[in-house]
């Protein structure tokens, strides 16, 4: 099992950049692949990002594509969403999950991941 604590959420004005950060604890974080999702007021949890187990392959919503990067520090057991050129839309908690899934499986799909962190508010300001 593992444990996830994400950080870094905040109030930045549109055009900004913050950096989440998704610390795991537990058992080793190269166990799992790991995504972002977010949660806007009034609306369902929607997929942001996702990282493979080596970092050898990354998806992204069409929406953050070109603005958002995750990456991992599987030694530092992170995950990070570096997020730039931030818009109204954004605003959301940001949640973190881990999945021990191999093989082919939808990364969009919140139902495929296994754990999750407790969430952390961005709020973009116009």
């Known amino acids: 099992q593992v444990q996830l604590v994400e950080s870094g959420g905040g109030l930045v004005q549109a055009g900004g950049s913050l950096r989440l950060a998704c610390a795991a604890s537990g058992r080793t974080s190269s166990d799992y692949a790991m995504g972002w999702f977010r949660q806007a007021p009034g609306k369902e949890r929607g997929f942001v990002a996702h990282?493979?187990?080596?970092?050898?392959?990354?998806y992204y919503q069409d929406s953050v594509k070109g603005r958002f990067t995750i990456s991992r520090d599987n030694a530092k057991k992170t995950v990070y969403l570096q997020m730039n050129s931030l818009k109204p839309e954004d605003t959301a908690v940001y949640y973190c999950?881990?999945?021990?899934?191999?093989?082919?499986?939808?990364?969009?799909?919140?139902?495929?991941?296994?754990?999750w962190g407790q969430g952390t508010q961005v709020t973009v300001s116009s």
């Open positions: 990282i493979s187990r080596s970092s050898g392959a990354t």
């Open positions: 999950a881990a999945t021990q899934r191999r093989g082919t499986y939808y990364v969009y799909d919140d139902k495929n991941y296994d754990y």
